[in-house]
């Protein structure tokens, strides 16, 4: 399963990219997204962003930046290099 982060006004996103039926183009340059199952979701990006957001061969699930690691309890180690 791939998730997809997007960004809405209202909170972000994260999407099976699977699950997308349609992208529609929406007012104020927001795209509406529909889902299988028949509901849909707006998020802050025009129509040809949130494609590329879609089709774009990055994981976005499973990384997470150190200072949210550090935060949510993962130990990180890092080798110290000579500068």
């Known amino acids: 399963m791939k998730f997809v982060a997007l960004r809405s006004r209202g909170g972000d996103y994260m999407v099976v990219a699977s699950n997308i039926a349609y992208l529609r183009a929406h007012e104020n340059d927001q795209t509406k997204i529909g889902l299988v199952g028949g509901d849909s979701i707006l998020v802050?990006?025009?129509?040809?962003?949130?494609?590329?957001?879609?089709?774009?061969?990055?994981?976005?699930?499973?990384?997470?930046?150190?200072?949210?690691a550090a935060s949510a309890g993962c130990s990180r180690q890092t080798e110290a290099r000579p500068s």
């Open 44 to 68: 802050a990006t025009n129509v040809k962003d949130t494609a590329a957001a879609i089709l774009a061969d990055q994981a976005s699930i499973g990384r997470e930046p150190s200072s949210q």
